[in-house]
């Protein structure tokens, strides 16, 4: 009987520490597999100037992307800072197999946050974005802000 207990005990002993052991593999595992791995490449611009505001009046924007699983991801800010009553618009164009597009137009009166993302078939290959502040026909247009790899 004795016997018996002890080799019980050596069983239970012996599965416990295969448990322990295989704990911190399958934990290190689900750890890798659930875990993210991209890289953010930031971008941003200003409005351009008008009827004598400042630069702090001026309308903003900054953003990233990142590239994942076949896509391309963004995450932009506008900032419409000058409280005129005339919208801020951000314009996004991108590039492909075929040439720029018109891709989105955002508009805010305020603080906004746009998220959106593009596949990369077709041979999505650039953007730029660009914004202006005023009402339709009168805006003052930045520059366009070119990325492309």
């Known amino acids: 009987m004795k016997l018996r207990n002890v080799l019980a005990g050596t069983v ?55 590239f994942s699983n076949g896509r391309y991801y963004f995450d932009v800010d506008v900032w419409d800072r000058d409280r005129d009553r005339e919208n801020t618009y951000v314009d996004f164009v991108y590039h492909d197999d075929r040439g720029w597009h018109q891709g989105r137009r955002f508009v805010t009166g305020g603080h906004a946050k746009y998220r959106f993302s593009y596949s990369a078939r077709g041979g999505f290959d650039g953007f730029k974005f660009r914004i202006g502040e005023g009402r339709p026909g009168h805006f003052d247009w930045s520059s366009y802000s070119n990325r492309s790899w």
């Open 12 to 66: 239970l002993a012996g599965a416990v520490m295969a448990g322990v052991a295989a704990a911190p593999a399958q934990a290190a595992t689900t750890q890798a597999a659930g875990s993210v791995s991209y890289t953010k490449h930031w971008f941003d611009g200003y409005s351009g100037f008008s009827r004598g505001e400042s630069r702090g009046e001026r309308s903003y924007y900054k953003g990233y992307y990142y």
